[in-house]
């Protein structure tokens, strides 16, 4: 089945900062539409709502259209058009969503995204896309009826709460049952060869029997035209029977044979039945469960026809006449939802936490209320929200307007001549709001960065549009282009990932510095679409709720909890890590992170690579990222953005592509194959007149050995960032951490550099997330692997689940010693996934050693006699154990601890 439908009567036109669909000539105004065909009437409406409710579902944009009545005076849309928007948004409000002009003979809908439209009897339940219809069926007493958006959202919700056992299937047994005598006789007669003609079936119509006779001509086309709604209302409603030639009255009238070819007929019912669209919550994959009956009708002695029954099984998820009547935009096409996509966006993307990822994070995004593309946004308590980003990163002032960054705005005036002056000259107009500096706001959104590109500004004022400005040192072709993608983009994301609601576009306009330009040709906004006032941000409000959609935007990131619940999940960057994030990596080439443990360095590595592959529009086999261990390599290798290798890997090979390199866990790195920090100045350095990056991502506190890292000493880490804001683990873990990490301060193994451990002083550790830290000494190797499957059964009971729990060891000869037991003692509690760290994402518990598993997390980690030979580095052991875990830590002890 294919998985798109593309519409080619609609074209999106691409040259502007939004989206913009022009559906071409339609005919407007009552009078005119009241003149045409039937048929031109319902196909012109079929275009503007086909294009209405891809924009409604894509984060919104403009209709465009022109008058095929060939006149400039300003008419309504027409009674049935309106009735077909009302109809969308189940509302009689059109405002809410749509705004209208019409300059000379061109008529404009300017279209809000969906965000959950409250329906009038039930506030609270919202579905979560527009669709024109659910393709849908239920049976209601005797009637097959269609489901609304609302009847499917409640029916689906259900329908999957059942199946994952959250909702108790006594309502369908209860209606069963008042009609299981009906069920009994009508299953007599389904087991017969033979019945008469006229004879009265000895059951009436009911929820669950449908009559319907046969036509005199085009028998299979209209067998074929009921199959799916019935089918469908029979399946989704605790299943029934179709009995095909009997008149309302239960008189069998059957089909007369000679109008009748049944080999024929049986095909295209399999056919339509086969090609029922069906979506499964649960495990299994069946399709729709029917059987079917030919009964001989008699006259007397003589076969007079056929009568046709169909049995429909209850079906487990739900069944579809066909695809829902709904679209959205799909790159540079509008096409129409499959049943699968449809029910998945429908039923919404929110992930049901665990009652401890729950105590532990607090959702930035309400997903019912929304549009329709978010995805949900967590930020771990503790630390900033969206709202104290948004007042720490850009506050807005009443009574004037700030520039941010200061020290980036002070930077960029002092390079620029006559850029201050030029700013502040298009700035005049505006009192209040925040006018937002980077270097490239292109790359801030994860696109490339444009060579002679000066700076982009974000202005974000009262009694405006949000305004993009470019600036040029020299006119140049691309720039109006550059502009109006990076502006398409921002309001794309500000909607679609920051879940702004309200009504919002992005003028783009660029502005030049140089003499010979006159910045009057430039300055224009790029779209000749002049929004809706209703489009301006009206108070300091609508200006906060617009600049926490940004920090959604720029600070998040996809948490590592996505791949254990299974859905796309973002995180927010903490203040601390979005300044490092925004460094002007042209003036830091080389730079050493020193982070805490858990303070987010893997992430901001991973984060500085897409920005080094926007900066410097390389390709990610020209990025190589280092790290110690495979399983650490492996993760990062998966989100393909860069080469990923060991140390080991990187001392053996030849680079020639190279040219930039992140090095991650450093302290863990050993020179012994060799001087791998020269290597890697050296491959940087190739290009002398443009030297690549090269980031260091170190955490002292973690070192796991007592050799020579090969880092530089720390007087010649000239160029040093801190990381020292924990943001992973529970409190109990972090306080565990505070004190192992102050005995190493005071100290320190011969290979630490004291001084570097000062930055414990800074530690910023986050409140009030719950977890819990356990310690067991005094056990035997058998009482250890018992303990650990018993409390892994335990957590399964609670909702873990085994890609939730990482068991390690001290070294990779342990991890074998233990291996055979553990597997032992958890196949008797029926647990029998288990593999090493090189596998993250598998649905298996993670056996490996503490070394291995540096640079990686998960939410339960058991310890198990972390010991190592070197009792100077027992305690950075200990460190790097407890960082692994966010929630819950155990350590297991052979002996006394």
Known sequence: MNTKEYNSSLALELSYPDLVINIGEVTLGEGNRKMLQKAQRDQEKARVTQAVCALLNSGGGVIRMEKANKEERRVELGLDLEQSLRDLIDSSNLQAFFEFDQPGRSFYIFVKSWSGHPFAEDSSVRPRICSLSSSLYCRSETSVLPMDSKDAFDFLKKRKAKILGKEPSGESVNVLNQNLNNLRLADLVFQKDHIEHGEILPFPECQFIEFKQFGTKHIQEYVKSIIPQYVSGFANSGGGYLFIGVDDKSRVLGCAKENVDLRSLESVIAKAISTLPVVHFCCSEPGVEYRTKIINVFKGRELYGYLYVIKVQPFCCSVFSGNPKSWMVNGKDICSLTAKKWVGMMTGPEPELLSDLAEAFESQLNLSHRPPLCRPVYSKKGLEC????????????????????????????????????????????????????????????????????????????????????????????????????????????????????????????????????????????????????????????????????????????????????????????????????????????????????????????????????????????????????????????????????????????????????????????????????????????????????????????????????????????????????????????????????????????HNIPPESLEMLLEAEWSPSIQGSITIKTNLTLQQIVTYVAETCNLLFRTGYSQKDIAVLVSTAAEMERYKHELLRAMRKKRIVQLSDACDMVGDHIVLDSVRRFSGLERSIVFGIHPRTPESAISHNILVCLASRARQHLYILWHGEC
């Not at 072709?477 to 109006?484: D, F, I, L, V």
């Not at 042209?586 to 984060?607: C, D």
């Not at 900066?615 to 495979?630: D, G």
């Not at 390599?633 to 080991?648: E, G, L, M, P, W």
């Open 386 to 749: 969206k709202a104290d980003l948004q007042r720490h990163l850009f506050p807005v002032a009443s009574g004037h307007l700030r520039y941010t960054p200061e020290s980036l705005w002070t930077e960029l005036s002092s390079e620029h001549e006559g850029l201050e002056e030029l700013i502040n000259r298009h700035m005049h107009p505006f009192s209040q709001g925040i006018l937002i500096f980077s270097r490239s706001w292109a790359v801030d959104l994860n696109l490339h960065k444009k060579e002679g590109v000066i700076c982009d500004a974000l202005l974000i004022a009262q009694n405006s549009s949000p305004i993009l400005y470019t600036i040029l040192g020299e006119q140049e072709a691309g720039g109006q282009s550059y502009c109006t993608r990076t502006a398409f983009a921002l309001k794309q994301k500000l909607v679609n990932t920051g879940g702004y609601t309200g009504k919002v576009c992005v003028m783009a306009k660029v502005l030049c510095l140089s003499p010979q330009c006159t910045t009057e040709c430039l300055e224009g906004a790029v779209s000749p679409i002049d929004y809706p006032g209703s489009y301006s941000l009206g108070d300091t409000q609508q200006v906060e709720a617009l600049l926490q959609a940004l920090v959604i935007v720029l600070l998040g990131f996809r948490s590592f909890l996505s791949d254990q619940l299974g859905c796309e999940v973002l995180n927010l960057l903490t203040a601390q890590q979005y300044e490092l994030f925004s460094t002007n990596l042209r003036k830091n080439r080389e730079l050493f992170v020193h982070g805490l443990p858990g303070s987010g360095k893997t992430i901001m590595a991973m984060k500085i690579m897409e920005k080094i592959r926007n900066v410097f529009l390389c390709e990610t086999r020209r990025i190589l990222y280092i790290c110690e261990n495979q399983p650490l390599r492996n993760f990062v290798s998966n989100k393909k953005i860069c080469q990923a290798v060991t140390r080991k890997t990187f001392m053996t090979n030849v680079f020639e592509d190279i040219q930039h390199i992140i090095i991650d866990e450093a302290q863990n790195f050993r020179t012994e194959d060799g001087d791998w920090y020269r290597k890697a100045k050296t491959i940087i350095q190739r290009a002398k007149a443009c030297p690549g990056i090269l980031w260091i991502f170190l955490d002292y506190f973690q070192t796991s050995h007592l050799s020579c890292s090969g880092l530089p000493p720390l007087s010649d880490q000239n160029s040093k960032e801190e990381l020292t804001r924990v943001v992973r683990n529970a409190d109990a873990i972090g306080n565990f951490l505070q004190e192992e990490m102050r005995v190493i301060r005071n100290n320190p193994p």
